[in-house]
């Protein structure tokens, strides 16, 4: 079943914590150190730079390495240190940091892609380095050997990558609108499902492993909600972005997704309420809702004395059912 979850605006508004000003170009993207007060950027002017918080309250980089090449995307593990970043020319380069955060030293390089690295994700429990590119290629590394394990062709170029280590299942969303999932082996891959619901390129995809929930943010506006753990095709479009959706974000202790996208907006969904969902789908004279008859229901139209009255669409169903698992 499926529904359309508007927002519903509140006064709230979220509290500025801290600002790092001493960019030269765009931040291409950054993440939070865990348990740490502290930042690691990735920039366009090839910059590499890990901000800790000082005793003054200001942010000062640690940590200011510059690489031979652009980098597109980043991946962080906190357990290990590790600093997965993908690079513009297709490859990955592999660091680790000190304890103190102080110190980056090179670990290994991979060849991954043809061409601009759009995601790279390193999975801990599996020892794997997952990647997707513009060359349409989506490719798995074992992190120990540096050999690639194995690749999987995707109809259109990539932009969202999400895993699950318990059931070892990749989720590839890409720029034709769908999302595919994958079961990954040791060494090959199979196609499970694909989702087709977004009009336009899917640009963020967010993972819950505990409610077994996917969210996928895209081009159209939208963020769709796939209830992959409930097995009945349950989708709810969630509408509150004027314009592309850039980011997702799940905080599972709350049960609140953050979406952001490029009209500037910052929307918190409370994921943790009952929705309404759409009655089944089934063949019917008349709407399950209002009960009011269709307009080929000739007869019905004429003894409730409806003919003629112009017939327009239920407001209250917004999505149809998109698919079964």
Known sequence: MAAEILPQPQARKPCLLSKIEAF?????????????????????????????KRD?????????????TSCSCMSFNPETRRLSLGTDTGSIQEFILSEDYNKMTPASTYQAHQGRVSVVL???????????????????HCSESGQQLGTYRTAAWVSGLQFDVETRHAFVGD????????????DSCS????????????????????????????SDHSIIMWDIGGRKGTAIELQGHNDKVQGLCYASHTRQLISCSSDGGIVIWNMDV????TPE??????????EQ?????????????????RQVLSNHITLQKLLYL
């Open 56 to 68: 003054s309250g200001q942010y000062w980089p640690s940590v200011y390495h510059t690489m031979t």
């Open 274 to 277: 009952t929705r309404q969902e």
């Open 293 to 309: 008859p269709f307009f080929w229901n000739f007869k019905q139209m004429w003894d409730s004395k409806k003919i003629g009255l």
């Open 191 to 218: 196609l499970v499902t694909t989702f087709k619901g977004h009009t336009g390129n899917v640009t963020a995809l967010c993972w819950d492993p505990v409610q077994r929930v996917l969210f996928s943010g895209s």
């Open 175 to 186: 720029q034709s609108g769908q999302v595919t999932i994958l079961k990954l082996e040791q």
């Open 24 to 52: 030269q170009d765009v931040v291409s993207t950054a993440v939070i150190i865990p348990k740490e007060d502290g930042v690691i950027s990735v920039s366009e002017d090839r910059t590499i730079r890990v901000w800790l």
């Open 281 to 290: 789908w089934l063949d019917s004279d008349s709407c399950q809702k209002c």
């Open 122 to 140: 390193f999975v801990l429990e599996m020892e794997w380095l997952l990647s997707t590119g513009q060359d349409k290629n989506f490719n798995w």
